[in-house]
């Protein structure tokens, strides 16, 4: 069995709080395909609640945009049939995140985050997230990516040079 390629080993000097190889203080999240759908699966500890025992909006905000984030660079890749890692290099940021909060997460259960790309064009990639938690679909966004950055491209950037 082929070893489990994480989306965000492919991203050097990345320091995001939620996927950032580089943030040792951050959420450390690992996205990988699984069919056509990405897939993460974190677990929290007691300092991301909101409530005793329910995780935090804000990080599972953070966990759905990130792993959008992750799944649009990939996709951008497998679109273009290359492997992850390969030049040119992307980079996307959040354009929008819309979330709905169906049901109070577990804090102390793992998260199993699902996202699929519905829209891909040009710089633009839509993608949808479900968040599950003790088997039960406890939050849901759509969230839209921009690719800021393209290594080929060095103009392309939005953090100029």
Request: proline share 3%; aromatic share 10%.
């Amino acid at each position: 069995m082929a070893a489990t390629e994480y989306f965000q080993d492919f991203m050097p000097g990345n320091v995001c709080f939620g996927c950032g190889r580089d943030n040792h203080f951050g959420l450390q999240i690992s996205s990988y395909w699984d069919g056509d759908e990405a897939v993460c699966r974190w677990d929290s500890e007691e300092k991301y609640q909101g409530w005793p025992g329910i995780l935090n909006g804000g990080i599972i905000a953070s966990l759905i945009d990130c792993h959008c984030m992750g799944t649009a660079v990939a996709a951008a890749c497998r679109a273009e049939e290359r492997p992850l890692g390969s030049e040119p290099e992307y980079r996307y940021a959040t354009g929008t995140m819309q979330i709905k909060y169906l049901k109070p997460t577990s804090n102390d259960k793992t998260v199993e985050l699902r996202a699929r790309v519905t829209e891909m064009r040009g710089r633009k990639t839509v993608v949808h997230c479900k968040l599950h938690s003790n088997g039960e679909v406890t939050a849901e966004a759509e969230v839209v990516a921009i690719r800021v950055y393209n290594s080929s491209q060095v103009n392309e950037s939005v953090f100029g040079g």
